[in-house]
């Protein structure tokens, strides 16, 4: 099993682009979600899917859309990149509900 | 809102030392997890706990539940190197919200 998976590990962009960033698990998760992680804040919840087909706004929504494709892929999307959304991304997954979540290797995100 | 604490923001220590973590709330939880996380990596679930006063141990790590399920520590015995990371407490209350400490910095002088 590989867990959770992300695309791309590193990305560029400049202010206004746009781009997805994809999560996929296989551990037969119903849940998934998306973070980011500055310095000196810890994690913050950006966006999650208790379920396939449903998606809720976490704690830091703005700026930010997701779609769950299904059961195992969780996207997060950036419409127009901000120098603020520089940042690295998680996705994590778990069994149901918010514990015991498993982490991706994570993003790492530079708007200029 | 629900907050976790952690501090210091960094501990250094010396190869073959024992360290301990701790984190409160002014909130009750009803499970705690603590993860770590490698340069460069994501976070990797280390210890579990899902019950007040419950005592956990993996290896040299040992996390126990706060028996008033508002606090956890963390504890690593005989550091390694390779203990090197930041360490985070998590925990889940009655919404079932995941929340996270800010984590701790952890360096070991060889």
């Known amino acids: 099993n590989a867990g959770v998976t992300q695309t791309p590990k590193f990305q560029v962009l400049k202010t206004g682009q746009s781009m997805t960033l994809q999560c996929a698990q296989d551990m037969n998760h119903n849940s998934m979600y998306w973070y980011r992680q500055d310095p000196g804040m810890g994690l913050r919840l950006i966006y999650y899917?208790?379920?396939?087909?449903?998606?809720d706004k976490g704690e830091v929504p703005n700026g930010y859309n997701v779609s769950r494709l299904n059961k195992r892929e969780f996207s997060l999307r950036l419409e127009s990149a901000a120098p603020s959304q520089t940042s690295v991304y998680f996705c994590?997954?778990?069994?149901?509900?918010?514990?015991?979540?498993?982490f991706g290797p994570g993003t790492r995100l530079l708007v200029l | 809102g629900q907050q976790l604490n952690q501090s210091p923001q960094s501990m250094f220590i010396q190869e073959g030392e024992d360290v301990s973590m701790n984190c409160t709330s002014s909130s009750i939880f009803n499970t705690w997890l603590w993860y770590k996380q490698d340069p460069g990596e994501g976070p990797v679930l280390l210890i579990a706990l899902y019950k007040a006063g419950e005592l956990t141990s993996n290896g040299r790590l040992t996390a126990q539940f706060g028996i008033t399920r508002k606090d956890s520590f963390l504890n690593i015995s005989a550091s390694i190197p390779s203990d090197v990371g930041i360490y985070f407490c998590a925990a889940t209350g009655a919404n079932s919200k995941l929340t996270f400490g800010k984590g701790i910095t952890l360096s070991v002088r060889p």
């Open positions: 899917s208790a379920s396939e087909g449903t998606t």
């Open positions: 994590a997954s778990s069994v149901h509900g918010r514990e015991t979540q498993y």
